[in-house]
């Protein structure tokens, strides 16, 4: 059974830094692309960043660029997603999804993911 599991999320002042593990049991990560959703109350959900499976491409979302990196283990099966600079408007449940045949590019965000992780909380406050 493919399981994704999300952790690190939490409270932070605005400007800190937080970072975000997916961690998969049941298949390897290196062979799916991988991205990290979040979902603030009240708003919809909202594509983060994507790293691809071929060749480790990368996207983010505009608000987050140059502030959020995406990348992957070497060798413990899991993605990261550091997010630094963080602002209020970074709160929310972030999520991490997976697929086997994805690339990554602004289309992404609306892709069918049958591989969700629970969900960790982000709360970025003062």
């Known amino acids: 059974q493919l399981q994704l599991v999300e952790s690190g999320g939490g409270l932070v002042q605005p400007g800190g830094s937080l970072r975000l593990s997916c961690a998969a049991s049941?298949?390897?990560?290196?062979?799916?692309?991988i991205v990290w959703f979040r979902q603030a109350p009240g708003k919809e959900r909202e594509g983060v960043s994507c790293?691809?499976?071929?060749?480790?491409?990368?996207y983010y979302t505009d608000s987050v660029k140059g502030r959020f990196t995406i990348s992957r283990g070497n060798t413990n099966n899991t993605v990261y997603l550091q997010m630094n600079s963080l602002k209020p408007e970074d709160t929310a449940v972030y999520y991490c999804?997976?697929?086997?045949?994805?690339?990554?590019?602004?289309?992404?965000?609306?892709?069918?993911?049958?591989?969700w992780g629970q969900g960790t909380q982000v709360t970025v406050s003062s």
């Open positions: 049941g298949f390897t990560l290196d062979y799916y692309t």
């Open positions: 790293i691809s499976s071929s060749d480790g491409n990368t």
């Open positions: 999804a997976a697929d086997p045949h994805y690339y990554c590019s602004a289309y992404v965000f609306k892709g069918d993911f049958g591989s």
